[in-house]
């Protein structure tokens, strides 16, 4: 922990999942730039540890590794940040990647270990620390979903737009019940941005051939999320060309966009 600022501050810490790097490590800059104190977790210690000492002389900052696909993670996260007296005032549930291929292409475990990242462990993160958020009057939660939970399906990476829609109707949802409690929640939804998710996937060369206005870099999404929990949108899509794709997904009769969809997935999923 750095001596820079204490241990908590009126506003609490900012929790970040997945903060080892792309967006997550992304939001916790930007959080740190505006002095919010930090708490990041992921698997990769040595990623989480040196961005500690990056942002640590910006802001307090506490590592906690831990593995979301562990069903025991989030309970364990909560005891632990309450164990050391800390409040959590903005709560990013971030982590998350996608399983490439058909559906029956992969083992049960690695789709179960998805939806326990992506799913049940931001549902749980949510409701752990949600009451302390209400009882203090004042609370951030941003759920990281994707471009891809507004538009059609497409073939492949059968769960990962599924968990996407399930993220946007659950912050939306949340947003309502908490909004006259002082809590903020919004949906970040973020097209193509220039992380290591596609590398991590192995769509990286595929992806790549899309057109340069479709992609922002992690730090504008950070950024872009951050001014949108603020102001109180519940969904927020970052950049232009994405708006427009999810505003003519919404309009376009289904048969038609899922028809557009199909003849363009081959270009960003994997479906073999």
Not at 38 to 46: H, N
Not at 53 to 74: I, M, N
Not at 258 to 269: H, N, P, T, Y
Request: proline residues 4%.
């Amino acid at each position: 922990m750095s001596p820079k600022t204490p241990a908590s501050t009126p506003t609490g810490h900012a929790l970040v999942t997945g903060a080892s790097s792309g967006i997550g490590a992304a939001i916790a800059r930007e959080y740190a730039r505006r002095g919010v104190p930090l708490i990041l977790t992921a698997r990769r210690t040595e990623r989480l540890q040196a961005l500690a000492e990056e942002l640590g002389k910006q802001v307090d900052v506490v590592v906690l590794a831990a593995d979301l696909a562990d069903p025991g993670a989030p309970a364990a996260l909560h005891a632990e940040i309450a164990s050391r007296g800390l409040h959590v005032a903005h709560l990013v549930n971030n982590a998350g990647y996608g399983v490439p291929g058909r559906f029956l292409s992969a083992d049960w475990k690695t789709h179960a270990d998805s939806l326990q990242v992506m799913l049940t462990g931001v549902c749980e993160l949510t409701h752990r620390f949600l009451p302390a958020m209400e009882a203090a009057g004042y609370g951030r939660i941003i759920n990281v979903a994707s471009l891809a939970g507004l538009v059609p399906a497409s073939a492949g990476h059968t769960l990962y737009g599924a968990t996407k829609a399930f993220l946007i109707r659950f912050s939306e949802c949340l947003a309502m019940e908490t909004r006259d409690k002082g809590v903020h929640v919004c949906a970040l939804c973020p097209g193509f941005t220039y992380t290591e998710f596609h590398d991590v996937n192995g769509m990286r060369e595929r992806v790549s051939k899309l057109p340069k206005l479709l992609w922002l870099d992690a730090d504008s999404v950070a950024r872009l999320g951050l001014d949108a929990v603020e102001r109180g949108r519940t969904r927020y899509v970052t950049g232009r060309a994405n708006r427009v794709i999810a505003g003519i997904s919404k309009y376009l009769p289904d048969g038609l966009a899922r028809s557009l969809v199909a003849s363009r997935s081959k270009e960003f999923r994997d479906s073999d």
